[in-house]
């Protein structure tokens, strides 16, 4: 299975893509092997993570890359069930929140920084630009998916949440977040359920993500074409309802209104104390 000549690891390669799409693999290893085996889980078991699972994750999530080693993210794990009860209702009414034994609440995080100024007597004006905050976003991304992996590859599912984003002052204020803290996204942490198990969806083709030298749009309408019809092909397997891919995130993003309220996400952040400029 890991070895790179042997079918089956480039099948799960190109499981990816819902065709063949990789010719030949360089070499192949269990990393590889999680990585290309991802889907979202949204189906749990009651079964309890096994001791020492959470500081693990927080380990592998601190492994990632941070700028600067700034370090501008914090996570608030949440395993009581009446409050991801009630973060699940602000989130959509998801059920998998309170299916799973765990919850990570991903947070691009300031006010560390903030603190450590003010107890050192120093200005920390560069907290207040655009370019900070985006670090702490990225920062936050980057540990929430070394998470990711790591429970991945312990055989655990997970499934990230968004929606936590539809009323972050709401959660904040449930999470006793302080000012300059703010919720970017939840990760779903549990044993998959295997009688309702996941598939791994297919991803656009290279031709539309990968440009060589230079950006290409040219290559981008076929691929889009393809993929349309790929995941059309996926939807009736899994008997969802088939909808192109084009129509579907062009939908998503139609409009305010196709936003559950993160279109209010400027406003929420300065309402949680971020000033950006
Ligand atoms: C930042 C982020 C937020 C997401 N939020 C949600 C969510 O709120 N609910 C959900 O069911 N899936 C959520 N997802 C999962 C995506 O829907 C999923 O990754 C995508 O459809 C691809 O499917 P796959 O992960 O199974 O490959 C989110 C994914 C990301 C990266």
Redesign the pocket.
């Known amino acids: 299975m890991h070895h790179p000549a042997d079918p089956a690891a480039l099948d799960l390669a190109n499981r990816r893509y819902g065709r063949d799409e990789l010719a030949q693999l360089p070499d192949f290893n269990a990393t590889l092997a999680t990585l290309l085996a ?3 889980v ?1 189906a749990f078991t009651d079964q309890p993570l096994p001791a020492g699972t959470l500081p693990l994750l927080v380990a592998a999530a601190q492994s990632a890359p941070s700028s600067s080693n700034l370090q501008v993210w914090s996570v608030i794990a949440i395993e009581d069930a009446a409050r991801k009860a009630r973060l699940a209702a602000l ?2 009414h ?1 059920a ?1 929140i309170v299916e799973a034994p765990l919850l990570l609440l991903f947070t691009a995080d300031l006010a560390r920084l903030k603190r450590v100024a003010a107890q050192r007597n120093e200005p920390i004006a560069g907290l207040d630009y655009l370019d900070t905050l985006l670090m702490a976003f990225i920062d936050a ?1 980057l540990a929430a998916q070394n998470a990711l992996v790591a429970a991945e590859s312990l055989g655990l599912g997970t ?6 984003r539809n009323q972050p002052e709401a959660v904040a204020a449930e999470l006793g977040l302080p000012g300059q803290v703010f919720p970017a ?1 939840g990760l779903v942490v549990g044993h998959p359920d295997p009688t309702r198990p ?1 598939a ?2 297919p991803r656009l083709p290279q031709s539309a993500v990968l440009h060589r030298e230079h950006y290409s749009q040219a290559r981008q309408d076929a691929a889009v074409a393809d993929y349309d019809a790929i995941l059309q092909g996926f939807q009736a397997t899994q008997h969802l309802p088939q909808q192109p891919w084009s129509r579907q995130a062009v939908g998503r993003l139609r409009g305010p209104e196709t936003l559950s309220g993160r279109d209010r996400l400027a406003q929420a952040l300065h309402n949680r104390g971020f000033t950006f400029q």
């Open positions: 991802h889907r979202s949204r989130a959509n998801q998998h991304a499934v990230y949440i968004g929606a936590l996204f996941a791994v969806k």
